[in-house]
């Protein structure tokens, strides 16, 4: 296991970083201060699989997908993105803290939708698609393009490639930073509670895009919402987290309609009661 301490011994590919899972959390802590927001955390995802995490505000949900992101530094343990070590590298039979060019390297693999659509304002809709595969991963432009109208066909924005980000509504814009996440064409798409934003009319429009993506599409996903019919709808696995940690795991229908654990059944009626 890695730390924060220093380089310690690296498994090799059959190992811990055994490729026939895409996500791996191996002993993974990650503190703010004194607070300890994941606790040691273990869990895996295998390529094609659709995760919901729920949960309490403050769990640790939001921070898997930032650490995945390498936005934030873990304190413990390591993440493998397919067999590799994300925030780690091999150096002979150590892993050391990662350099700049392999984080870059494993974000290209990793697309992130968030709760804001930091789209850039200066830039009209198809640019805001493309910039970064031709700027980071050296696509042409005229194929950029051409990959970028598709998506926004997709998102059922084929007409507003033109527009710049305040002409757009937030479900819009909200599709646009779907499309541009794609657009990188990453083995994992994180999604952050992309509805949290939105006014309640624009949410069925935004989720129904990613029904789309996720029943046309064989990409892995792992998401945090509040939104439970979806959850129960496109997740093949749903885990639930307090405190930093796992209460229960299991398919969508156990979770939902027969959960095992009391802060599961407490959690569910309190999301059913908001609603």
Do not use: C
């Amino acid at each position: 296991m890695a730390t924060e301490t220093g380089p310690v011994a690296a498994p090799g590919k059959g190992g811990d970083g055994d490729a026939s899972k895409i996500i791996r959390f191996e002993k993974v802590v990650k503190r703010f201060g004194d607070n300890v927001v994941l606790r040691e955390l273990d869990f895996d995802v295998s390529p094609g699989e659709r995760v919901a995490l729920i949960g309490p505000s403050g769990s640790g949900k939001t921070t898997i997908l930032r650490l995945l992101m390498t936005l934030e530094k873990l304190n413990g343990g390591v993440i493998w993105v397919s067999g590799d070590p994300l925030s780690h590298m091999r150096k002979g039979d150590q892993l050391v803290t990662a350099d700049e060019k392999h984080l870059r390297q494993v974000r290209q693999t990793i697309g992130m939708v968030f709760q804001q659509f930091n789209l850039f304002p200066n830039m009209n809709v198809l640019r805001n698609v493309t910039e970064a595969p031709i700027h980071v991963k050296g696509v042409a432009r005229d194929e950029a393009e051409t990959k970028a109208r598709d998506l926004l066909n997709l998102v059922d924005l084929g007409d507003k490639y033109d527009a710049h980000p305040s002409q757009l509504s937030g479900g819009q814009q909200q599709r646009v930073a779907i499309a541009r996440a794609l657009a990188m064409e990453p083995k994992i798409l994180l999604l952050d509670e992309v509805t949290s934003a939105l006014d309640p009319e624009l949410v069925a429009g935004v989720l129904d895009v990613l029904r789309e993506i996720a029943n046309t599409t064989d990409i892995t996903m792992l998401f945090v919402t509040h939104e439970m019919r979806f959850a129960r709808d496109v997740s093949h696995r749903v885990l639930m987290f307090d405190q930093g940690q796992i209460v229960e795991s299991g398919p969508p229908d156990q979770i939902f309609s027969n959960p095992q654990e009391q802060r599961t059944r407490d959690f569910l009626h309190a999301i059913i009661e908001e609603r």
